[in-house]
Antibody
Framework: EVQLLESGGGLVQPGGSLRLSCAAS????????MSWVRQAPGKGLEWVSG????????YYADSVKGRFTISRDTSKNTLYLQLNSLRAGDTALYYC??????????????????????WGQGTLVTVSS | QSALTQPASVSGSPGQSITISCTGT?????????VSWYQQHPGKAPKLLIF???KRPSAVSNRFSGSKSGSTASLTISRLQAEDEADYYC?????????FGGGTKVTVL
């Protein structure tokens, strides 16, 4: 069974930093692209950042580019998101999401698919003074 | 980076069919057959319903189906049930990013 367990959220002041972690189990972590998706209170889903299977490709929403950094440690089966220069607008529940695996010829040339077949329960980040 | 456009709400009676649209552009929905749909119940994590525009994970009911025409994707829920009342989101791959729709609240009357 795939499990994704996020941690690291909390209350931080504007301008502060946090590092979120996502411990993965139940699948071959090194063979899956991963993403972070956030949801502000009462709002919709917003894709934040993604990382390709090998980690060579990292992708960011314009709203966080230059402030957030995604990374992965395959030896620990863990995905990370470093959040710097936090703003009130970054307040949200942050989900870790596993990209679905490519199982057909139609997707073999993509290093990530932006389609999420497993999600964690989220970790809450609150940016407030 | 604008969100994909979905209707804010759709409603239907039990047993009916409803369709949720998801409109993007030629750089996202119109360019790739990598549209996915998610169901989210209150307080829960999203659940994948449809991937690759039309495909369904094995555990998802065949009452859910997807399609695409040009830059607009659609999710149809057939034989509507009370348990289908939830928020629904589309998402499109767009090369170096993924874009979600604003979400549609489905109400079962």
């Amino acid at each position: 069974e795939v499990q994704l367990l996020e941690s690291g959220g909390g209350l931080v002041q504007p301008g502060g930093s946090l590092r979120l972690s996502c411990a993965a189990s139940g699948f071959t972590f090194s063979s899956s692209a991963m993403s972070w998706v956030r949801q502000a209170p009462g709002k919709g889903l917003e894709w934040v950042s993604g990382i390709s299977v090998g980690g060579g490709g990292t992708y960011y929403a314009d709203s966080v580019k230059g402030r957030f950094t995604i990374s992965r440690d395959t030896s620990k089966n863990t995905l990370y998101l470093q959040l710097n220069s936090l703003r009130a607008g970054d307040t949200a529940l942050y989900y870790c999401a596993k990209d679905r695996d490519c199982t057909s010829a139609s997707c073999q040339y993509f290093d990530w698919l932006g389609q999420f077949d497993n999600w964690g329960q989220g970790t809450l980040v609150t940016v407030s003074s | 980076q604008s969100a994909l456009t979905q209707p804010a709400s759709v409603s239907g009676s039990p047993g009916q069919s409803i369709t949720i649209s998801c409109t993007g552009t030629s750089t996202d929905v119109g360019s790739y057959d990598l549209v996915s749909w998610y169901q989210q119940h209150p307080g829960k994590a999203p659940k994948l319903l449809i991937f690759d525009v039309t495909k369904r994970p094995s555990a998802v009911s065949n009452r859910f189906s997807g399609s695409k025409s040009g830059s607009t994707a659609s999710l149809t829920i057939s034989r509507l049930q009370a348990e289908d009342e939830a928020d629904y989101y589309c998402c499109s791959y767009a090369g170096t990013r993924a874009i979600f729709g604003g979400g549609t609240k489905v109400t079962v009357l």
